[in-house]
């Protein structure tokens, strides 16, 4: 039972920071996996050597990728810094291991406009949003109302990756099928309201502080699910949420298939695709790591090795 509590105190650590229900999901599973590896020990009475030996289990036996095992070591870190507060020197010197890099899987202008044409008509908006304005799926679905600005034809992208804010591209395109979907959306928060529903999810500070203005319609998300939902960490809250991302994942490697794209398409190819077109049509590289959110133009650099002709747009000797 001494694991159950100390999961609870993990919980409580993760969501006092403000976290996503998806890293406190993932923190407690790589704990529990920790603790249930050296059966059942408290996390307190092991060591560096402990840590290493479960991180060579996911490399060795589990063959993890590097990311996924980077990851565990996070959650461990993290139940060690911030649960257990504990002052250990050796923490600095767990080794991680390295990410791979790998050059982006790229679709052409066809390829792109193939996959959108043959999109189910509910998940061909928010993919068409993600190609346009270079999103994350998550931020694509997490999108709310007031997140566009139609007279400057932008896109306020909240809490992205790390947690910081941007503003990227409105595609002029979509204007006349956001509008009709923002018409769609406020129709059935009317019913919700009607309903003494129609709260939006937000953190429950700014929800007390907001009070029934969290009912606003501007809060409400621009892609909601068909069902009300139990809020897993308040269960006395009823939430409309936004369409889980599983659902747009399946559209689009559904679409590629009837497409006959023989490469690996998923969500983050179409942000892959926005960055190396805007790349190929003269925009500059420091624009684009500013729509894209990247910290570091490092990041960026990488779409140069895809742009027109491959590699730096060089030319096979045997095309000489």
Same mark, same amino acid.
């Given at each position: 039972?001494?694991?159950?509590?100390?999961?609870?105190?993990?919980?409580?650590?993760?969501?006092?920071?403000?976290?996503?229900?998806?890293?406190?999901?993932?923190?407690?599973?790589?704990?529990?996996?920790?603790?249930?590896?050296?059966?059942?020990?408290?996390?307190?009475?092991?060591?560096?050597?402990?840590?290493?030996?479960?991180?060579?289990?996911?490399?060795?036996?589990?063959?993890?990728?590097?990311?996924?095992?980077?990851?565990?070591?996070?959650?461990?870190?993290?139940?060690?810094?911030?649960? #257990? +507060?504990?002052? %250990?020197?050796?923490?600095?010197?767990? @080794? !991680?291991?390295?990410?791979? &890099?790998?050059?982006?899987?790229? $679709?052409?202008?066809?390829?792109?406009?193939?996959?959108?044409?043959?999109?189910?008509?509910?998940?061909?908006?928010?993919?068409?949003?993600?190609?346009?304005?270079?999103?994350?799926?998550?931020?694509?679905?997490?999108?709310?109302?007031?997140?566009?600005?139609?007279?400057?034809?932008?896109?306020?992208?909240?809490?992205?990756?790390?947690?910081?804010?941007?503003?990227?591209?409105?595609?002029?395109? #979509? +204007?006349?099928? %956001?509008?009709?979907?923002?018409?769609? @959306? !406020?129709?059935?928060?009317? &019913?919700?309201?009607?309903?003494? $529903?129609?709260?939006?999810?937000?953190?429950?500070?700014?929800?007390?502080?907001?009070?029934?203005?969290?009912?606003?319609?501007?809060?409400?998300?621009?892609?909601?699910?068909?069902?009300?939902?139990?809020?897993?960490?308040?269960?006395?809250?009823?939430?409309?949420?936004?369409?889980?991302?599983?659902?747009?994942?399946?559209?689009?490697?559904?679409?590629?298939?009837?497409?006959?794209?023989?490469?690996?398409?998923?969500?983050?190819?179409?942000?892959?695709?926005?960055?190396?077109?805007?790349?190929?049509?003269?925009?500059?590289?420091?624009?684009?790591?500013?729509?894209?959110?990247?910290?570091?133009?490092?990041?960026?650099?990488?779409?140069?090795?895809?742009?027109?002709?491959?590699?730096?747009?060089?030319?096979?000797?045997?095309?000489?």
């Amino acid at each position: 039972m001494a694991d159950i509590r100390l999961l609870d105190r993990v919980r409580n650590a993760i969501r006092l920071r403000q976290y996503s229900i998806a890293t406190e999901r993932a923190y407690v599973s790589w704990i529990r996996r920790f603790i249930l590896f050296h059966n059942k020990r408290h996390p307190s009475e092991m060591g560096k050597s402990d840590i290493e030996a479960f991180l060579t289990h996911l490399a060795v036996n589990r063959a993890v990728s590097p990311s996924t095992q980077n990851q565990a070591l996070q959650a461990i870190l993290f139940l060690y810094l911030q649960v #257990l +507060e504990a002052e %250990l020197p050796w923490l600095d010197d767990v @080794v !991680r291991a390295k990410p791979k &890099r790998r050059v982006p899987v790229v $679709l052409s202008r066809e390829e792109v406009s193939s996959l959108l044409k043959n999109m189910s008509v509910t998940q061909r908006l928010p993919t068409s949003l993600m190609y346009g304005a270079g999103l994350r799926v998550m931020e694509c679905l997490r999108l709310r109302v007031g997140d566009l600005d139609f007279t400057r034809h932008t896109i306020r992208v909240h809490g992205g990756k790390g947690g910081k804010d941007r503003i990227t591209i409105l595609p002029d395109n #979509l +204007e006349d099928s %956001l509008t009709a979907q923002l018409a769609c @959306v !406020r129709n059935e928060h009317r &019913r919700d309201l009607a309903n003494e $529903l129609g709260w939006a999810k937000l953190p429950l500070a700014l929800r007390r502080k907001l009070g029934k203005s969290s009912q606003r319609f501007y809060w409400q998300y621009i892609f909601p699910s068909k069902n009300i939902s139990t809020d897993p960490r308040d269960s006395d809250m009823q939430y409309r949420w936004h369409i889980h991302p599983s659902t747009t994942r399946k559209a689009i490697a559904v679409s590629a298939l009837k497409s006959g794209i023989n490469k690996r398409v998923t969500c983050h190819t179409l942000r892959h695709s926005f960055a190396t077109h805007l790349l190929e049509s003269g925009t500059d590289i420091r624009t684009i790591q500013q729509l894209l959110g990247h910290k570091d133009v490092k990041t960026t650099m990488i779409y140069t090795h895809v742009v027109a002709r491959g590699t730096l747009g060089a030319r096979s000797p045997l095309d000489m």
